[in-house]
């Protein structure tokens, strides 16, 4: 038998092959070393992260909670925004308030720290924490003048103010329209419902309560694409039927013409407001918001 002679050329070659084979396990174990060690870092450090987090929603929570027990809220009610002043329609006269004392009232407000929210904002609480001296403002019937003289205020002066709407009156000529509204709601402020055609609910059938209260929900909830959580009885006209007709509807606030300053332990459905008139100067404005 003839014996196998290997050079020595490829005897070095194969122990190049085989030391190189090693050097190549002994890097893919120290890659992987470090890929674990720092996978373990990047999973400790999110790991850090979400405690982070967590505290820092904790303290969130902590600081939006509202640890007051009551707080005054005072609603304000108006009607038309507009200079109006006529002997024969004194229901109208009463009912309106004009752009300058409207500002002027608006500008109290804010220089005195009140804070504009929505009822929103009011069932939140204390869940979150209400501004240290809220208020709402409130405009019954849906008027066109609540848009060229309220609502162009209140955006220019970066305050909100809640619009009760009566649905079947939209896109009459002397009321808002779709368009109105879409912006209204847009800009944050708070569309509510004031019926479909603004009767005495306390005189209705069964049926067209239901339907006075809830169609008209429905009918701005599809115009603004949102909920509509607010009711106003039309005429402050309500009793326990009308009541829980407007809770049965999935409503979350109601409110009445009783003048009180509200706040925040009043049943949610028999909210009073503040009647704001046209003979209202700004001291007997401020004597209502606080005194009353």
């Not at 640890?67 to 005072?74: A, C, D, F, W």
């Not at 038309?80 to 300058?100: C, F, K, M, P, W």
């Not at 606030?253 to 003979?279: C, G, H």
């Not at 700004?282 to 606080?290: E, L």
């Amino acid at each position: 038998m003839k014996r196998v002679r290997i050079s020595s050329n490829k005897f070095i070659f194969f122990v190049v092959i085989i030391l190189l084979a090693i050097f190549a396990y002994v890097v893919i174990i120290i890659l992987n070393n470090y890929h674990l060690n720092s996978q373990r870092q990047s999973n400790s450090e999110n790991i850090q992260n979400i405690d982070y987090l967590t505290a820092v929603k904790a303290a969130e929570i902590i600081e939006i909670s509202d640890s007051r027990k009551i707080v005054e809220v005072p609603v304000l009610m108006y009607h038309h925004i507009r200079e109006y002043d006529v002997a024969d329609d004194q229901i109208g006269t009463n009912l309106s308030v004009s752009a300058n004392n409207f500002k002027e009232q608006l500008d109290y407000l804010k220089n005195n720290s009140y804070t504009t929210i929505t009822f929103s904002d009011l069932i939140d609480f204390p869940v979150k924490k209400l501004p240290d001296k809220p208020v709402i403002i409130t405009l019954d019937d849906g008027y066109s003048d609540a848009y060229e003289n309220a609502f162009k205020l209140l955006k220019s002066n970066r305050q909100i103010a809640v619009f009760y709407i009566i649905s079947s009156f939209i896109d009459n000529p002397e009321y808002l329209s779709k368009e109105n509204m879409v912006e209204i709601s847009d800009a944050g402020m708070e569309i509510a419902s004031h019926t479909v055609t603004h009767r005495n609910l306390t005189k209705l059938a069964p049926e067209d309560l239901k339907k006075e209260i809830i169609n008209s929900k429905i009918a701005l909830e599809e115009i603004v694409g949102r909920k509509i959580i607010s009711f106003c009885y039309p005429a402050g006209k309500y009793d326990q039927i009308v009541s829980k007709e407007v809770i049965n509807a999935g409503y979350l606030t109601a409110t009445t013409t009783q003048m009180a300053v509200s706040n925040t332990s009043e049943d949610k459905f028999l909210i009073p407001r503040l009647r704001i008139t046209p003979s209202d100067s700004i001291t007997s404005f401020a004597n209502k918001i606080n005194n009353y």
